[in-house]
């Protein structure tokens, strides 16, 4: 047996994780070596370490793909692009989150220690090519994200939400890990690219066993993502948790998810296209349908935009469906496509994917930095935290963080002239060039429907008189940053989506496609 | 029927019936000892597999290390209220529902395996010193990496958080 | 060990054990007979090392102690056994009975299971293991486990206490136990208990406590790791006469209680013989390099002397660790429990991480300097051998003059003045 020598082509591509890494261990010494009253330098490492590997990550980003670590992890444009996502994501929470932790009296290292090692995590996530690599870079962002939950005890919801999240954690990772000790057992390897062959056969000479352990996964990602009918946690899970770690979740946790989605099935569905795209498309029709029918009577705007956020995990899946081609028969297609051939309009699906990914990252941390000031955080106030009234009268009392919440929700919503707009079109538009017309259809149906509850709102910002004795919040310079940063990237990339757009069609894109 | 054949029916009827007593005994200690079982007698499965490094890691880290916490947990916790009644409802029904499938999809998986050993990869790699120390070492700290530097990450970020969780107020 | 066997059946009988029809009998009946004579050897151990701690506790508290059973007594352990034998074995109504019936025999399982690997002298062993290590510190955790069942089957807070506090203080201490171990497996390159003495010499320079400053202050911080997995004082807070009773056997009696001090006592062969392979050179024998060593091997003709000596100079060191043991126990108070704690999380982990870090260093640097000579014992004319002659002399020296100029400082300061005359 020969040994692989290890070289420095290999470190390169974990390079922003392994900033994020030090970062966090800066954070952590720093807890132990410099006790000032003052904790501000806690964010800016966190911030610096986060622009920092999304840097890195970025200058890397146009390289070709290729294989490192002997085939456990590939970097291609896509787990490039997918870092600097989650990069930005992570600078805009904790920008959020210095402002939300110096109001309440918690702002320690190990708060932002434990972001940076999920941003780590899911930076790896995004380029791990094989099943015990993925499985353990999908633990360290569960892991931390756990703890970040807990991190704010204040009354039952934190600890309840934790809890949950814990437990329906842990049993989603063992379905996972199920399924890919079926995986081996079926294929003997646990690389995914060597894992085609063997499961091409298998689907022939075991199906059972087989579609079983591809399901046991798909379930195991479908719980990260929160997709119907594995969404069962995340409502109250948001809730519960500190807001800048819901938007960490919302941003991050699910960028990073669905780049796991995209790597695993890529490979996996080559071996049955047809059924694995049929499954995906039954989870984004379920999940775009229930996440917004759902988000409808919500009046807990963090409630809300956590039913949002499974929606928006639906309009994903939809995007991961539109890489395979479609079985071909049923309401679900319009125009037959050839069976067989791998990821048809790949480029066009990946552009989608990923441009939604930037516009659901932008969007969401804006939305819950504004709902991050405006909750009342006295202790135990319970569900009224986040209620629709907080909002009422906004734009008289704060007009910009208004006009910023509108634009946030116009995004969400996938209203022009935002970026949820471009991102929603070429969803779309990537799913009906590979036939799946229906699902395309009942999505614009859906996200109307979403239209009522986002507007709701606007509507309460600006036609709604301010209540009387309504606390004006401060003054708070960090959130106000990432609200202008957000509110500038949504118009932005909405109206000249070109040059980003340009980058994510480029070819080679996904490691293993021409 | 070899040595080695009749061992494994012996390890592995043990350790399905420990596991099941894990979940169905009615005493948090009793289910925690029929754990220690079950880690045994999986240990024994991996010995007769040549794995002999995973064997006695899993004696050493499950059955020692973890199974002394559980035990401790057991012991601070005093669980001596009764279990609530079991209720039925539609949640519970749509699960069992749920959970008898899953039992039938993977039973009916594993209900006609292939009587040829499957094309394993790496099954002409094994040697002498497959299982070894030494060979297992040399693996992880090569070709595996990657996922073994993740570990320590995943490591490092638990026990943070478990400090992090255990803090009485933040 | 089958191998052992058919050469045994062949130098012997002349015959070929593999075409017998029921070898598997013989396999089977040979396997029985070790272990039996292995848990004998362990319990007769046990018994003896009673009867010399409550000698030696005499002797160090003026009293006479037990004297009268055998010869000194040394056949007291027998009539102490057969008088726990005989007892009523009690089992509290209140208790989890199925566990507290259980509970002494995981403590017995851990305890003889250790006797499968530890070494005996040159190639005495009841097998090896190329995770040799590994699994002794496996296996011993199941006497944790046993005594925390114990605690909580007995339903008595003395019990409770006891076992809490075991389980806290063994899993504790086996974190900078792995570590400081992990020195000299460092140093030796495996962790086959015999490769790890084969890895020493017989002279004490030759011995990892005293090849590198690591090792020196591992083998000092490991020892005391040892005390505490094995409940004896300073750390023997689960029993902790004065405050719990007696711990986490409060509620014992009959022989089951007698299993709890077997496995005490017996571990204490453990444990020191544990500390000699890893730090003291084990079975190595002075005078007999490894060059002669591997000759006679090589010849197929190893002494027949060479075993029993080899076994003696083990058994002598094992002997005198117990010793020290024994001694250290009637010497030292018992610490407190945060006290416990703070030891080992604050002071033993940090400095082992510090020292598996710096012997790996000190191993590569090693490589560096003397290429494939870096490993094994050195002769003393070889540049690595005068290192350790060295370092020996440094170590070896320092302490013993500081520890003399201390004593005599003391006699001078109090105006005391050295008794030998009761010896």
């Known amino acids: 047996m020969t040994l692989p020598d290890l070289t420095a082509a290999d470190l390169q591509p974990v390079l922003p994780a392994l900033v994020l890494a030090a970062g966090a261990s800066v954070l952590l010494l720093s807890e132990v070596f410099l006790t000032t009253a003052s904790r501000s330098h806690l964010a800016l490492i966190a911030l610096g370490s986060s622009v920092l590997a999304g840097g890195v990550a970025l200058a890397t980003a146009f390289e070709p793909a290729h294989a490192v670590f002997q085939g456990l992890a590939v970097q291609d444009p896509f787990s490039s692009f997918v870092t600097v996502v989650v990069c930005l994501g992570l600078a805009g929470v904790v920008l959020l989150s210095a402002d939300f932790l110096k109001q309440r009296q918690a702002e320690r290292g190990e708060y932002y220690a434990l972001m940076l090692f999920a941003a780590a995590g899911m930076s790896l996530l995004a380029m791990s090519a094989e099943l015990i690599t993925l499985f353990i870079n999908l633990e360290v962002l569960s892991v931390s994200t756990y703890a970040l939950t807990a991190f704010l005890r204040r009354g039952p919801r934190p600890a309840e939400a934790a809890f949950k999240y814990f437990i329906l954690g842990a049993f989603s990772a063992a379905l996972f890990l199920y399924g890919s000790a079926l995986l081996y057992g079926v294929t003997g390897t646990t690389r995914l690219a060597d894992m085609v062959g063997p499961l091409r056969t298998a689907m022939h000479t075991q199906p059972w066993l087989a579609t079983c352990a591809l399901a046991l996964v798909a379930a195991g990602f479908a719980f990260k993502v929160a997709a119907v009918p594995f969404h069962m946690w995340a409502p109250d899970v948001y809730e519960g948790a500190p807001t800048p770690v819901t938007a960490l979740m919302s941003a991050g946790v699910k960028a990073a998810a669905f780049a796991g989605l995209v790597r695993v099935f890529l490979f996996l569905g080559r071996a049955d296209p047809e059924v694995v795209a049929l499954a995906l498309s039954a989870l984004a029709v379920l999940t775009m349908v229930g996440g917004n029918l759902l988000a409808l009577p919500q009046r807990n705007v963090k409630r809300m935009l956590a039913y949002s956020s499974i929606a928006h995990a639906g309009y994903l899946l939809l995007g991961v469906a539109a890489l395979f081609p479609h079985p071909g028969t049923g309401v679900l297609a319009a125009t037959p496509l050839m069976l067989g051939s791998p990821a048809v309009n790949s480029a066009d699906a990946y552009k989608g994917i990923l441009f939604y990914l930037l516009a659901y990252t932008v969007s969401s941390v804006g939305a819950f930095g504004v709902l991050s000031v405006l909750e009342r955080h006295a202790d135990g106030d319970g569900a009224t935290a986040w209620d629709l009234d907080r909002f009422s009268g906004l734009a008289q009392r704060r007009p910009g963080w208004a006009v910023a919440m509108a634009a946030f929700m116009l995004s969400l919503a996938g209203i022009p002239p935002t970026v949820g707009f471009m991102g929603k079109l070429l969803v779309f538009r990537a799913a009906v060039d590979s036939g799946l017309l229906g699902l395309a259809i009942i999505g614009v149906l859906a996200s109307a429907a979403g239209a009522y509850y986002y507007l709701r709102i606007v509507v309460y910002m600006f036609m709604r008189p301010a209540p009387a004795e309504g606390v004006l919040p401060e003054k708070y310079w960090a959130t106000e940053l990432a609200l202008v940063a957000s509110a500038v990237a949504v118009v932005a990339l909405g109206v000249l989506p070109g040059r980003v757009a340009d980058w994510l069609s480029q070819s080679g894109m996904f490691f293993g496609t021409r | 029927m070899s040595a080695e054949a009749l061992l494994f029916y012996v390890f592995a009827l043990c350790t399905v019936v420990s596991a099941g007593a894990v979940v169905l005994a009615r005493g948090p200690m009793t289910s925690a000892m029929s754990l220690v079982a079950t880690f045994f007698f999986l240990a024994g499965v991996y010995a007769l597999l040549w794995a002999h490094t995973i064997a006695v890691l899993q004696v050493l880290v499950y059955a020692g290390a973890i199974m002394v916490l559980f035990l401790f947990v057991i012991m601070l916790l005093s669980m001596t209220e009764p279990e609530p009644a079991m209720k039925l409802n539609v949640a519970r029904v749509v699960g069992a529902l749920s959970a008898v499938g899953l039992g039938a999809a993977l039973i009916a998986s594993f209900w006609k395996l292939p009587t040829q050993p499957m094309g394993w990869a790496e099954d002409s790699a094994r040697a002498a010193a497959f299982g070894t120390l030494k060979t297992v070492g040399e693996i992880i700290y090569t070709r595996y990496l990657l996922p073994f530097e993740s570990v320590s990450l995943l490591l490092l970020a638990a026990i943070v958080g478990a400090v992090v969780v255990a803090k009485p107020r933040i | ?423």
């Open chain 3, 1 to 423: 060990m089958q191998e052992t066997l058919d050469r045994l059946i062949r130098e012997v009988l002349h015959e070929d054990p593999q075409v017998w029809a029921g070898s598997w009998v013989v396999y089977a009946a040979a396997l029985l007979a070790v272990g039996f004579g292995l848990t004998v050897f362990g319990a007769l151990v046990a018994g003896l090392t009673s009867w010399w701690e409550r000698r030696i506790a005499a002797r160090m508290q003026s009293r006479i102690g037990p004297n009268r059973v055998g010869p000194q007594g040394t056949l007291q352990f027998l009539a102490d056994a057969l008088k726990l034998i005989v007892k009523e074995d009690l089992v509290p109504p209140e208790s989890d009975q199925m566990l507290f019936r259980i509970a002494p025999y995981f403590v017995m399982t851990g305890f003889a299971l250790t006797f499968v690997v530890l070494p005996f002298g040159y190639h005495l062993s009841a097998t090896r293991m190329n995770v040799g290590l590994f699994y002794l510190i496996a296996v011993t955790a199941l006497v944790v486990v046993g005594i925390m069942l114990s605690g909580w089957a007995s339903n008595s807070k003395w019990a409770l206490f006891g076992g809490m506090r075991a389980a806290a203080q063994v899993v504790s201490y086996e974190i900078p136990g792995g570590m400081l171990a992990l020195v000299p497996i460092l140093m030796a390159g495996s962790l086959d208990l015999h490769e790890i003495i084969r890895a020493q010499g017989g002279f004490p320079w030759d011995w990892f406590v005293f090849q590198t400053p690591w090792g020196f202050i591992a083998f000092f911080l490991f020892f005391a790791t040892q005390l505490a997995e094995g409940n004896r004082t300073p750390f023997d807070l689960p029993e902790a006469e004065s405050e719990l009773v007696a711990g986490y056997m409060t509620e014992y009696s009959g022989i089951r209680f007698g299993y709890y001090f077997l496995a005490e006592w017996g571990n204490l062969w453990v444990m020191s013989a544990v500390i000699s392979t890893l730090f003291l050179g084990g079975w190595q024998v002075p005078f007999v390099s490894a060059e002669t060593l591997a000759g006679w091997e090589a010849a197929g003709t190893v002494p027949v002397a060479f075993y029993g000596v080899s076994t003696a100079v083990f058994v002598t060191k094992v002997v005198v660790l117990m010793n020290v043991i024994i001694w250290v126990r009637w010497t030292l108070p018992r610490i407190r429990v945060d006290q416990m704690m703070s030891v080992c999380w604050k002071y033993l982990v940090p400095i082992g991480m510090g020292l598996v870090l710096l012997a790996a260093l000190t191993e590569v640097l090693s490589f560096q300097l003397f290429g494939d000579a870096a490993k094994g014992p050195a002769p003393l004319g070889t540049p690595r051998g005068a290192l350790h002659l060295a370092f020996f002399a440094v170590a070896g020296a320092v302490p013993t003059v500081l520890f003399f100029r201390k004593i005599f400082r003391n006699i001078r300061l109090t105006g005391d003045r050295i008794d030998l005359t009761n010896w």
